[in-house]
Nanobody, 130 residues
């Protein structure tokens, strides 16, 4: 089965950085995208960024541009979310997910929506102290 596992979370001071890996396995798709999301209690899951297979095109939600970077290491089947200049409001559970199409990972879309993604990992907790 498709397995996605986000890790690398933890406690970090405001202004610090974290790099979250998403290890993917158990699938063969011709075209797919992997996205990063985050969620805090009582709020909807929020899309951050996505990356497409093949050409590795990246896309960011408008509200997430600037401090976060998505990139992949295809040899390791791993997609990373690099987070810099972290703020307390970045505290959340961070998830990675996969959808077997490039359609939604495009600058043509203003939002990266959780409902568009089919396969999910359990997530990793990031806590940013003030």
């Amino acid at each position: 089965e498709v397995q996605l596992q986000a890790s690398g979370g933890g406690l970090v001071q405001a202004g610090g950085s974290l790099r979250l890996p998403c290890a993917a396995s158990g699938f063969i798709f011709d075209s797919y995208a992997i996205g990063w999301f985050r969620q805090v209690p009582g709020k909807e899951r929020e899309g951050i960024s996505c990356i497409t297979s093949g050409d590795g095109s990246t896309h960011y939600a408008d509200s997430m541009k600037g401090r976060f970077t998505i990139f992949s290491d295809n040899a390791k089947n791993t997609v990373y979310l690099q987070m810099n200049s972290l703020k307390p409001e970045d505290t959340a559970v961070y998830y990675c997910a996969l959808v077997p199409t490039h359609t939604y990972c495009s600058s043509s879309y203003r939002f990266i929506l959780a409902a568009q993604y089919d396969y999910w990992g359990q997530g990793t907790q990031v806590t940013v102290s003030s």
